[in-house]
């Protein structure tokens, strides 16, 4: 991943990198106190997120993600995200398939801002990811 101009064009990566089975924690500050949510975990710290992501990417196949409403709001070092997603994977040890809409929501922050560099730098430090469900 090299540096983007924007947190929406991170965001972009990341989808894209999901959908090709690429590797994901270098979107993460590897930080202990980065911290992701998917639809079945929670996961506390860089080292934490690294090794689910990697699992993730080792036992997952045929990822579908579509993007229908995302929202980024980039202010002075740090960035909102929300988004409404479709996502569906097949899971390579059982070859079952699993399909969500699902929520998204997320924290990044520009790691440029603080060493002083002119290129941006965008890693997530928060992201939640829900499926809804009816009442």
Request: net charge negative.
């Amino acid at each position: 991943m090299s540096p983007s101009v924007s947190a929406e064009a991170v965001v972009r990566e990341y989808y894209d990198a999901l959908r090709d089975g690429d590797p994901l924690a270098q979107y993460f500050a590897d930080d202990e106190r980065t911290v992701k949510f998917g639809i079945s975990e929670s996961l506390f710290g860089g080292s934490e997120i690294a090794a689910a992501l990697e699992e993730q990417t080792e036992t997952t196949d045929e990822w579908t993600v579509e993007s229908h409403n995302l929202v980024v709001d980039e202010r002075d070092g740090f960035a909102t995200v929300a988004d409404e997603v479709t996502m569906a994977w097949t899971k390579t040890t059982t070859g079952e398939r699993f399909r969500f809409d699902s929520r998204w929501s997320a924290t990044l922050v520009d790691r440029a801002a603080d060493d002083g560099s002119s290129a941006s730098d965008w890693r997530f430090v928060a992201m939640h990811v829900s499926a809804p469900r009816e009442l």
